[in-house]
T-cell receptor
Framework: DAKTTQPNSMESNEEEPVHLPCNHS???????IHWYRQLPSQGPEYVIH???SNVNNRMASLAIAEDRKSSTLILHRATLRDAAVYYC?????????????FGKGTKLSVKP | DGGITQSPKYLFRKEGQNVTLSCEQN?????MYWYRQDPGQGLRLIYY???????QKGDIAEGYSVSREKKESFPLTVTSAQKNPTAFYLC????????????FGPGTRLTVT
């Protein structure tokens, strides 16, 4: 699986939008971009994923650059519950294991 | 409610003892995974199973063993051969296909002294 680069930490104010960046310059044409988040002492939770087009769901939006070498997870209005570590992960359609390869992620702090 | 459960949430063992961590899912998923997480780190794959009665080693399988006798269950045994077993253990499941999300259990925090 190709590697991703994320900032170690970010801060946001409650009720403001948050843009979490991820660089994946070595992404291949068959890699899906997945985002998960992990609250303290809990298992990771799926947030969103995409291949080429921007994606929206009830939790967040995923904006994918035209060259696919970077993406941005957008939380439209941060709440205190959104404070977590956010992981950007690439999954190769052709891979055999199916597991997720986690980096250290971005620790998001949300201030009231 | 459909989901994935792990028990217990906290587990304490003495060094030299084997310990088995439970993972059960009622999502009808074929694939199941075990990950290990150390403080401040991402998750690392221990074992995975894509179908009943079949499983494969992940990146850090040494000192661990698994079984997959039923679709719903994928227990992990941490053996005395595992040199540094204290960690947060996470079980996950998914349908086949890498475009699908993985569902994670709440985790078991194992402390070995």
């Amino acid at each position: 699986d190709a590697k991703t680069t994320q900032p170690n930490s970010m801060e946001s104010n409650e009720e403001e939008p948050v843009h979490l960046p991820c660089n994946h310059s070595t992404i291949s044409g068959t890699d899906y971009i997945h985002w998960y988040r992990q609250l303290p002492s809990q298992g990771p939770e799926y947030v969103i994923h995409g291949l080429t087009s921007n994606v929206n769901n009830r939790m967040a939006s995923l904006a994918i650059a035209e060259d696919r070498k970077s993406s941005t997870l957008i939380l439209h209005r941060a709440t205190l519950r959104d404070a977590a570590v956010y992981y950007c992960i690439l999954r190769d359609v052709g891979g055999s294991q199916g597991n997720l390869i986690f980096g250290k992620g971005t620790k998001l702090s949300v201030k009231p | 409610d459909g989901g994935i459960t792990q028990s217990p949430k906290y587990l304490f063992r003495k060094e030299g003892q084997n310990v088995t961590l439970s993972c059960e899912q009622n999502l009808n998923h074929d694939a199941m995974y075990w990950y290990r997480q150390d403080p401040g780190q991402g998750l690392r794959l221990i074992y995975y199973s894509q179908i009943v009665n079949d499983f494969q080693k992940g990146d850090i399988a040494e000192g661990y063993s698994v079984s997959r006798e039923k679709k719903e269950s994928f227990p992990l045994t941490v053996t005395s051969a595992q040199k540094n077993p204290t960690a947060f253990y996470l079980c996950a499941s998914s349908t086949h296909g890498l475009s699908y999300e993985q569902y994670f259990g709440p985790g078991t925090r194992l402390t070995v002294t």
